[in-house]
């Protein structure tokens, strides 16, 4: 008779074996794999392969054509559910930060060579502060939140800018570390000159906050 344990050490190995495969289909660069090159990126067999695939094809998350694998319209479904959590995760920290400083604060994601804000909140007790929408797409070198995003590890803690994005208006970004695959930045932005000095600190430790709602 089989023990828990053992069926439970399967399942975990079989999970991450359908993981792996999964990578390896989205980590191709060029023309789709074939089953051969994909018990090679795995170091499985052929046969494990095919078996893998059955219920990754099941739920849309790859296709088959004739001997080569590609991703499926179903990681679409899933990606679509992306967004909203983040925004979820990080309104609490951004609303602190926001009420804080006295600036509208962000966080914004990189898409392909873009910025894009995917969550806003504004201070409510300022007299005006800068509209920045959800949505709002930028290039990843102009502005704090998009400099941020691709500062090195071993450089910078945070970005100043003025006037790059919208004339008058000041920001200051922090990119968010240590969460796996995701490349993006907290920041504020304001009409009102910033205390890089003082904000600077403060936009750092929001970033880490976020960061460790996300994981």
């Not at 499985?44 to 080569?68: F, H, I, N």
């Not at 925004?87 to 898409?111: F, K, N, Q």
């Not at 450089?155 to 994005?165: I, R």
């Amino acid at each position: 008779m089989t023990s828990p344990g053992v069926h439970g050490k399967e399942s975990s190995l079989t999970l991450d074996r359908g993981l792996a495969l999964l990578q390896a289909v989205a980590d191709s660069e060029s023309e789709a794999p074939t089953i051969s090159d994909l018990a090679a990126a795995i170091g499985a067999s052929r046969a494990a392969v095919y078996r893998l695939l059955v219920p990754l094809q099941a739920r849309g998350l790859v296709r088959r054509e004739g001997s080569r694998v590609r991703l499926g319209l179903g990681l679409l479904r899933l990606s679509a559910r992306v967004l909203p959590q983040l925004r979820h995760a990080a309104l609490p920290a951004l609303r602190e930060l926001a009420e804080s400083i006295g600036a509208t604060a962000h966080l914004t994601v990189a898409d392909g060579d873009e910025a894009q804000a995917v969550a806003v909140v504004e201070p409510s007790w300022t007299a005006y502060h800068v509209a920045y929408r959800v949505g709002t797409r930028h290039s990843l070198r102009k502005g704090a939140s998009g400099k941020a995003i691709l500062l090195p590890f071993d450089g910078p803690e945070w970005v100043a800018t003025a006037g790059e994005l919208q004339a008058g208006a000041y920001g200051i970004a922090a990119p968010v570390r240590g969460v796996s695959g995701l490349r993006a930045s907290v920041g504020v932005v304001t009409f009102e000159r910033l205390h890089a000095e003082v904000v600077g600190p403060q936009v750092v430790r929001t970033a880490a906050e976020v960061a460790a709602a996300l994981r």
